[in-house]
């Protein structure tokens, strides 16, 4: 057994945490910056942070991940980090020449109180910020949220420094992109286009973490959102975040800062949310649905039809974000499956709530947990007491799923030992026909290689 | 010369100061008189280092090998979650039930609360909750960086909650906060000091054979390489006590001071354990470097010299000629394919030297390497040391004083024994460095940043370039495969001698890869209309 101290037996935690199911904001922070054009993220800390966060994103996109840190030495680290990012600030333009540089504080910076606004404004009056180039940048101590809370900042970050309403409005709806996959994003710009609503998506990670091999690298991918498409959004008519937790303090700051009105909704994972997604552009871009919509939406009607056997009455044990976990946890309940535990290490009430509701009459039984504590091992735990059928989550699930015997299907960040998580979407549609094969794959592969031989069928 | 206009380029791109400060980091190599280079300073904020922290150092590389401590990182998510599993230390409890924590991050998961009002009491009860769970022999827990900011003891949180638990139980603490130090390096020598207080020279009883004790220091079973190093030992007779800390237990540790020979094999991570060993218990040590095939037939070698008993001198000759067999004919296979290619290696403290054996075996030659964070001995040789300065960012790491263990000193050798060794070839305490085996010419680079990583490739398009994760993806964009030589690209084992077997064909396997000839799609050469 890999997880061979792992019982049944629970003790009331009240400090130590085990297995998160969450890590901590800049690694969000850094993600979400490589979704703006010709953007270099910068970790304000000690090197190590950076490093570990360029390599869990490089381990899940298997692509190169860029960003510089100020490599605090215990020095900096007692009388502050300016000289440090002054310093960074100064080389890194003179080496690498981005057109923003988008800073994120540690849990080092933040404890010290480092003062990014005065920083970058002594960057900026000694001349180390050539013209036409920006330092923007956002405070995201590791001890407050997680990951999420990350991302959520930096996204906050480009409305805070980009957005700028003129007088005149523009026909467009912003689509505020939560954590998803560059696939995800893709995907969801295809769907828009197929609308032919106008739209701009930030941040916006396709044509950066998917890039071509052609022998040749460049360290700005043609992808992310561009500065002027950034400063656009405030002469939009109206913004669309995707997915509460990642997108509603830039949704928030943007209405403050250039009254534009929004709505945020699930990510469009499954049937239901991405009807909630498609009904809200049309309803905002005031574009109809195109049939051809409609008959993809039609096709993944058939296929849950088709299948129905395969899903009914599952009981599933999920752990994620929490943007990714509701729309999939109604995505499950669709298909007729039982989510039966649920945890996020991202705290929030919109969790609690959102899981409430959907539950309450279909799996009155369902535990979740959002929060400090709400970690693998107290899934594991539950588990333990009462089986699934199914676990979905992250690449750290295989260890339960091996020892428990249980078909795994990896979904989340990060899933670090399968390739193909920037080339296929979950979201729409079609990314919920993708994920339903993935559901029954690992169903069907499973019962194929543990069935009693004369249960073998050729035809499923 | 074209190593000098690589100089010149790269130097010229950066603002005046940080290219004062990297010119004297990379050199043009001459292994007769090595040049002094710059090494274990400070990093250049904004320069995109390969680098690392302290914690990294210590919980991530020397103590998390270890499979039945609870180590406990105090501090946010962050540190506990990036260390936990990424680095591939395998490991093998003897029986389905013996302590296995490895597969487990535990951790504090510090809150603004905390960090307000101080994380002792939250430690406290993480420490507790610990025991009540899983029972552990020994649980150890580890600073990050806000936790010295805020000043929570470590220290006296193991001691007091030692006394809580009481019974046989070991907790003890390490201040490996992320800003120490400029690298992993410092993290190295906190857990090296830590093992040494807390762990080694607990436990007398002699087990096993009596003959032929060894161990192995510094080597962490990244792939199997371990495994396939105590395969080898096993066959020869030879008894090992302790790896540090590859496929380690506690009790290995405990019991280490019972060996009569010490091997070092990353010199950077674990020489001050040998160093230590030896002033406290008189184990001489000696450099290692069981990667590639002939040079483990080579520490083979100097063991059996070392005990200078016949028969073993004579199993050991009868291993190697028997293991030969298999790695001759997958190192005639490769070489049709390998011989002549260049390889360039940029990793950590250790190697990007060893591996070299490899790459000759191959019929292959560096063009370039260097370390993460390697210092000027790892380069130059420990000769060096005596000119070493300690520089005002790496003054604040503990040193801490070894005496003579009166009740367990004794000496292995007499020094008329060690004099005839050394007369006979052997080297003591010694390591010569990266540079002596570089070609006159090569370019060693200390702490290489991305701007000159793209430079290299740029200029010299290497047949194969070996880094790590965060290299991978851009040298490969680049059209140079790249091996990670951290992570062996979830192969290995690559040492010993079916180590040298699998890198034989997995580099073959690299040279030989159709997909890099068809980076460029047919319509996009001059010849399609």
């Not at chain 1, 090197?47 to 298997?62: E, I, N, P, V, W």
């Not at chain 1, 009254?259 to 005031?286: C, Q, Y």
């Not at chain 1, 996020?344 to 947990?369: I, S």
């Not at chain 2, 405990?254 to 001050?272: F, G, K, P, Q, W």
Request: aromatic share 8%; glycine share 8%.
């Amino acid at each position: 057994m890999l997880l061979r101290h792992t019982t049944a037996k629970e003790i009331d935690r009240k400090a130590l945490t085990i297995n998160p199911a969450k890590t901590c904001q800049p690694v969000g922070a850094m993600y979400a910056a490589l979704g703006l054009h010709g953007c270099l993220p910068h970790s304000h800390g000690s090197q190590g942070c950076c490093s570990y966060h360029r390599s869990a994103l490089t381990r899940h996109f298997k692509e190169p991940v860029m960003a510089s840190t100020s490599s605090f030495s215990e020095g900096s680290s007692v009388f502050g980090g300016s000289a440090n990012l002054v310093s960074a600030i100064e080389t890194i333009f003179s080496v690498y020449d981005p057109e923003v540089i988008a800073v994120h504080t540690t849990c080092l910076s933040e404890t010290i109180g480092d003062d990014l606004t005065q920083i970058v404004s002594k960057a900026n009056e000694d001349g180390k910020v050539p013209a036409g180039k920006k330092v923007i940048f956002c405070n995201t101590p590791s001890y407050v949220g997680t990951h999420v809370t990350g991302y959520a900042n930096q996204v906050s970050s480009f409305v805070k420094f980009f957005s700028t309403a003129t007088p005149k409005k523009r026909n467009v709806v912003n689509l505020v992109a939560g954590w998803m996959e560059p696939s995800d994003m893709r995907e969801i710009k295809r769907i828009a286009k197929e609308m032919e609503a106008r739209t701009i998506m930030f941040p916006d990670m396709s044509d950066v973490l998917d890039t071509p091999l052609t022998g040749h690298y460049d360290m700005y991918p043609k992808g992310g959102t561009t500065q002027a498409d950034m400063i656009a959004t405030g002469d939009s008519k109206f913004t669309i975040g995707i997915g509460p937790y990642t997108t509603e303090d830039a949704c928030i700051k943007l209405e403050n800062k250039c009254k534009v009105k929004f709505e945020t909704i699930e990510i469009p994972i499954g049937l239901k949310a991405t009807d909630k997604f498609i009904m809200s552009l049309s309803r905002h871009a005031n574009v109809p649905v195109p049939d051809s919509l409609t008959a993809e939406r039609g096709r993944l009607v058939d296929m849950i039809a088709d299948n129905n056997k395969n899903f009914y009455d599952k009981r599933v044990a999920l752990f994620g974000d929490p943007d990714t976990l509701i729309p999939l946890v109604e995505f499950l309940l669709t298909l007729d499956m039982k989510p039966v535990y649920i945890v996020t290490g991202t705290p929030g009430k919109h969790f609690d709530e959102a899981m409430t509701e959907l539950l309450k009459e279909k799996v009155p039984e369902a535990k979740f947990k959002s929060g400090e504590r709400a970690d693998m091992f107290q899934m594991h735990q539950w588990i333990k007491q009462e089986g699934v059928d199914m676990l979905i989550g992250n690449s750290y699930g295989k260890y339960i799923a091996r020892d428990e015997n249980i078909p795994f299907v990896r979904l989340g960040f990060p899933v670090t030992d399968r390739p193909g998580n920037n080339f296929f979407p979950y979201v729409g549609y079609t990314g919920a026909t993708n994920l339903l094969i993935k559901i029954m794959d690992a169903f069907l592969e499973h019962k194929d290689r543990t069935c009693p031989e004369e249960k073998v069928e050729l035809v499923m | 010369d074209d190593l000098k206009k690589f100089k010149d380029e790269v130097l010229h791109k950066y603002p005046k100061k940080v290219a004062k400060k990297r010119d004297k980091a990379i050199l043009l190599n001459d292994p007769e008189t090595p040049p002094q280079i710059q090494a274990n300073v400070r990093t250049i904020p904004g320069i995109i280092t390969q680098r690392g922290c302290t914690y990294a150092g210590c919980k991530g590389v020397v103590l998390g090998p270890t499979r039945d401590i609870i180590n406990i990182t105090h501090g946010p998510i962050g540190c506990g979650f990036y260390s936990w599993l990424t680095r591939r230390n395998q490991t093998k409890p003897e029986t389905e039930t013996d302590e296995n924590f490895m597969m487990y991050c535990f951790s504090t998961d510090m809150q603004d609360s905390n960090i307000v009002f101080g994380g002792e009491e939250k430690l406290k009860q993480a420490i507790r909750e610990a025991y009540e769970l899983f029972h552990p022999k020994a649980i150890a827990i580890f600073s990050t960086c806000p936790v010295g900011l805020i000043g929570d003891d470590v220290h006296r949180v193991a001691r007091h909650m030692k006394e809580e638990i009481g019974g046989d139980i070991n907790i003890f603490g390490f201040s490996c906060e992320g800003y120490r130090g400029v690298s992993q390096s410092a993290g190295h020598h906190i857990a090296n000091n830590g093992l040494f207080k807390n762990l080694i020279g607990r436990d007398d009883e002699k087990r096993g054979d009596l003959k032929y004790r060894v161990n192995l220091l510094g080597e962490y079973n990244i792939g199997g390489d371990a495994f396939e190093l105590e395969r080898v030992f096993e066959k020869c007779g030879i008894n090992l006590i302790a790896t540090f800390s590859g496929n380690s237990t506690i009790q290995k540790f405990e019991n280490a001071h019972t060996a009569d020979l010490n091997m070092v094999m990353c010199h950077r991570s674990i020489n001050y354990v040998a160093e230590m060993m030896e002033t406290a218990f008189g184990i001489p040590w000696i450099k290692v470097q069981p990667i590639g095939a002939d040079s483990t037939a080579k520490m083979l070698r100097k063991i059996g010299q070392y005990f200078g008993d016949q028969e073993l001198i004579d199993k050991i000759e009868e291993v190697i000629a028997d293991e030969m067999v298999a790695v001759t004919a997958a190192r005639e296979k490769a070489l049709k394919k390998t011989n002549g290619k260049t390889a360039m290696l940029f990793v950590g403290g250790s190697r990007a030297h060893h591996y070299q054996n490899l790459f000759e075996e191959l019929g292959m030659s560096t063009l370039s390497a260097g370390y993460e964070f390697g210092h000027r001995d790892d380069y130059e040789g420990r000769v060096v040391i005596p000119t070493i300065q300690i520089d005002a960012d790496s003054r604040n790491i503990e040193e801490i004083t070894v005496t003579k263990d009166e009740a367990r000193y004794n000496p292995r050798k007499t020094e008329e024994e060690l004099k005839a060794l050394e007369a006979d070839g052997m080297e003591f305490n010694g390591y010569e460095g990266l540079m002596p085996q570089m070609a006159k010419g090569s370019l060693v680079i200390d702490d290489l940043s991305h701007y000159e990583m793209e430079k290299l490739i740029e200029l010299y398009k290497p047949d194969v370039f070996c880094a790590g994760i965060k290299e991978k993806f851009c040298v490969q964009k680049m059209g140079v495969p790249l091996k990670q030589l951290h992570s062996y690209d979830y192969g290995g084992p690559y040492a010993g001698f079916k180590g040298a077997i699998n890198f034989y064909e997995d580099i073959e396997m690299i040279a030989c890869s159709t997909i890099w000839k068809e980076m460029k799609a047919p319509w996009e050469s001059e010849t399609y209309v």
